[in-house]
């Protein structure tokens, strides 16, 4: 009888261990695709054994989750995507699938939605996002939708908000221990910026695509019971995931709550209250 356990998968991936510790020198694009990273987690889970879990995603760690459902499907007995939904494989976000989404996106709606992730590609990205900490982190958590269209969705809105050193207000749900955390996490001491953007990278790139031709098509359809909750936010509204994920999950509850994409930090109460009614 297998244990069943919560597995939260977050969104960066910023060092390695070793056995003194942490290695702090930046990971290559390779430790970022989305097998390696999956067969990383299952070698967890066999150390600890732990036999089965609950998967818990947000963001980059909704692809992982995606990954770890596809490669190791008897793995997990339910799956929880918080804002970003299920990632199937063979459609991840290249540098061509990004573009015709902005353009598309830009000639109907009026407004970009990946400029950043072409950003992170930039040679001299990372030396910005580390020479600005408290620029990226108030333009991540801000609410302000217009804020977001213009620096983070925009092309070339990233940068100009960095170079200008523009700083926006902290929602109320982002404490000064949340901020202090993040520079913290994402300082030059503990390897920067360098390594996390390698999620992006390697999706522009479409690296991941050798490795998921090996999913046998029968694993793409997630048959555990999942939980998607979205929100508002302008981004992820665009991807439309309830719909996306219908005829992919056959056993799929769907939820929306009013919030921006930090969907467990700023409806905090309200996500826990609806995973634990799914969970249980």
């Not at 510790?21 to 732990?50: C, F, R, S, W």
């Amino acid at each position: 009888m297998g244990f069943h356990r919560p597995l939260m998968i977050g969104v960066f991936r910023s060092h390695t261990f070793s056995k003194k510790g942490y290695d702090t020198e930046p990971v290559g694009m390779q430790a970022y695709k989305g097998k390696a990273m999956a067969n990383d987690i299952v070698e967890i889970l066999k150390h600890e054994k732990i036999e089965q879990v609950i998967g818990i995603g947000h963001d980059w760690g909704s692809f992982l989750l995606s990954r770890l459902a596809n490669f190791h499907p008897s793995l997990f007995s339910k799956l929880v995507f918080l804002d970003i939904g299920y990632s199937v494989p063979g459609h991840g976000l290249s540098r061509t699938t990004v573009n015709y989404i902005n353009n598309a996106i830009l000639k109907n709606m009026g407004y970009s939605v990946f400029g950043y992730f072409l950003f992170f590609e930039d040679d001299d990205a990372a030396k910005l996002l580390d020479e600005n900490p408290e620029s990226v982190e108030s333009l991540f958590f801000s609410r302000d939708e217009d804020l977001g269209k213009k620096y983070m969705g925009a092309v070339g809105g990233f940068r100009t908000w960095l170079t200008d050193g523009k700083t926006a207000p902290s929602p109320a749900f982002v404490s000064s221990q949340d901020k202090t955390c993040f520079r913290d996490l994402f300082s030059a001491q503990n390897g920067g910026f360098s390594a996390p953007i390698n999620w992006y990278k390697v999706s522009l790139n479409d690296l991941n695509k050798e490795d998921e031709s090996e999913i046998p098509e029968a694993n793409y359809i997630l048959q555990q019971p999942t939980l998607l909750i979205s929100s508002s936010n302008f981004i992820t509204a665009t991807a439309d995931f309830p719909n996306q994920m219908k005829s992919l999950v056959p056993n799929l509850v769907c939820e929306k709550l009013d919030c921006g994409h930090w969907v467990m930090l700023e409806k905090t109460d309200e996500t826990n209250e609806l995973m634990a009614a799914f969970l249980t």
